[in-house]
C-alpha cells in the first residue's frame, strides 16, 4: 500500500479519536455539563474553541490542493495523484467526489484563511461575516466521506477495502480521566 494512502488512514483515525475525546469531553449529559461549569467553566470554554480550531484547520488541511505552489501537500487530493501514478486511467469519478467535497466544505476553508490562519481585517472587525456554522455532526459526516474517498481508492488500486483500522488507547489519558479526576477532587487553591 502506498504510504500516503497509510498516513491519510493514521490521520482518519487520529481524527476520529479526537472526535470521540470531543464528544465525552463535551457531552451534554447533565452531570458533565454540570461538572464542567462547577469546576472551570472558563477552562472548558478555551479547550472547545481550541479543540474546534483544531477540527476545523484539520478539514481544511485535509482539502487543500495536491500541489501547492512548491508544496507537495498530503491531502485528499493525493489520492487520484496515487491512482495516476500507480497507472489508474478512470479516475474521474473520485475526482469528482474530491471536488465537491472540498465546495461543500468551502466555509471551512475560508474560515481558516480568513480568521485561523490570518487575521483577515473584513472578518476581524466585522465588516464581513462568515454567515456560516460547523456543526459536530458535518464533522461525522466529513470523517464518513474521507474513509469513502480512501476505501474507493484502495478498490480502485485492486487493494482490500477493508483494512484494519485499530483506535490504540494512546499512551496518556484523555478526557473521560480528566472529568473523573475533577469530580472526584475538592477544590484546591493553588498558590501563583
Request: charged letters at 25%; one cysteine or more; proline letters at 5%.
Amino acid at each position: 500500500m502506498d504510504i500516503r494512502i497509510k498516513k491519510l488512514l493514521d490521520l482518519w483515525v487520529h481524527f476520529k479519536y479526537t472526535m470521540q475525546e470531543f464528544d465525552f469531553l463535551f457531552s451534554d449529559k447533565p452531570e458533565i455539563v454540570e461538572l464542567r461549569a462547577s469546576t472551570a467553566p472558563d477552562f472548558f470554554y478555551n479547550v472547545n474553541e481550541l479543540y474546534w480550531n483544531h477540527i476545523l484547520i484539520t478539514i481544511a488541511k485535509l482539502l487543500d490542493p495536491y500541489e501547492q505552489g512548491k508544496n507537495t501537500n498530503l491531502s485528499l487530493f493525493s489520492l487520484p495523484a496515487i491512482l495516476t501514478e500507480h497507472g489508474v486511467e478512470n479516475i474521474t469519478d473520485l475526482s469528482n467526489q474530491l471536488n465537491d467535497l472540498k465546495e461543500k466544505y468551502r466555509p471551512i476553508i475560508n474560515y481558516r484563511r480568513k480568521h485561523l490562519a490570518h487575521y483577515d481585517e473584513n472578518y476581524s472587525t466585522g465588516r464581513s461575516e462568515f454567515n456560516t456554522c460547523t456543526g459536530y455532526n458535518d464533522v461525522i459526516i466529513f470523517l464518513d466521506e474521507m474513509l469513502e474517498l480512501i476505501n474507493s481508492t484502495l478498490g480502485l488500486l485492486g487493494l482490500p477495502k477493508d483494512y484494519p483500522l485499530v483506535m490504540y488507547r494512546p499512551h496518556h489519558y484523555g478526557a473521560r480521566t480528566l472529568l473523573e479526576l475533577l469530580s472526584s477532587q475538592q477544590p484546591r487553591k493553588l498558590d501563583d
